[in-house]
């Protein structure tokens, strides 16, 4: 183990961010690498050595340069660190695509099934009465429970608490955002 070798692994563990070490190894054994979990482990721990044509692979799946993989510490900087958060923000943001695509069909059956229920069933039934209430929801208002969820938990708000005042944490959140929207005309990002 060299203090080059560590220097490359800890430049792997920075670069594939949030990523899992497995993930990296899945995307290496579909370019042809024999790689496992424990590779990845053993090479970021600067155990094992990182071959030149294996750094060639690893820099395009984790869509960076060769030389960001190679660069000595001091070098690092402010670049690197925004490459990887527009990076891992354009990977969340897919993800939310794939799942409001997801969430827009499961929607779709789910109104194919109310519109084909049989008479014996209507809204008095307790999963009848659930699904037309789940059919109402919309991947906007995903995004802004996401929100509300996250800004509670920066506040240090417990959901109860929170559904306990307003009934609900998208209620609080509107009022939270209009309240916050309100003072001296400011947007709440300004």
């Given amino acids: 183990m060299s203090v080059r070798d560590e220097q490359i692994g800890q430049n792997i563990v920075r670069l594939r961010g949030e990523r899992s070490q497995q993930w990296v190894a899945d995307r290496m054994r579909e370019k042809g690498w024999k790689w496992a979990q424990a590779t990845v482990w053993n090479v970021e721990k600067g155990e094992r050595p990182l071959r030149l044509a294996e750094a060639e692979g690893l820099a395009d799946i984790l869509a960076i340069s060769v ?15 925004l490459q990887i958060w527009t990076r891992d923000i354009e990977s969340s943001f897919l993800k939310i695509a794939d ?67 307003f009934g609900s944490v998208e209620n609080w959140f509107s009022t939270s955002t209009s309240s916050r929207e309100g003072r001296d005309g400011e947007h709440p990002e300004a």
């Avoid at 809204?123 to 509300?148: F, H, M």
Wanted: no cysteine; aromatic share 4%; net charge negative.
């Fill in 67 to 81: 030389e960001q993989i190679l660069q000595a510490p001091d070098v690092l900087g402010h670049e690197d660190q």
């Fill in 99 to 165: 799942l409001t695509e997801e969430l827009l069909g499961q929607l779709e059956l789910l109104g194919y099934a109310l519109e084909d229920l049989p008479d014996s069933m209507d809204s008095s039934n307790y999963w009848v009465d659930l699904a037309v209430k789940a059919q109402l929801k919309t991947p906007e208002q995903a995004v802004v429970r996401g929100r509300a969820e996250r800004e509670m938990q920066a506040r240090g708000l417990k959901p109860v608490d929170v559904i306990a005042e």
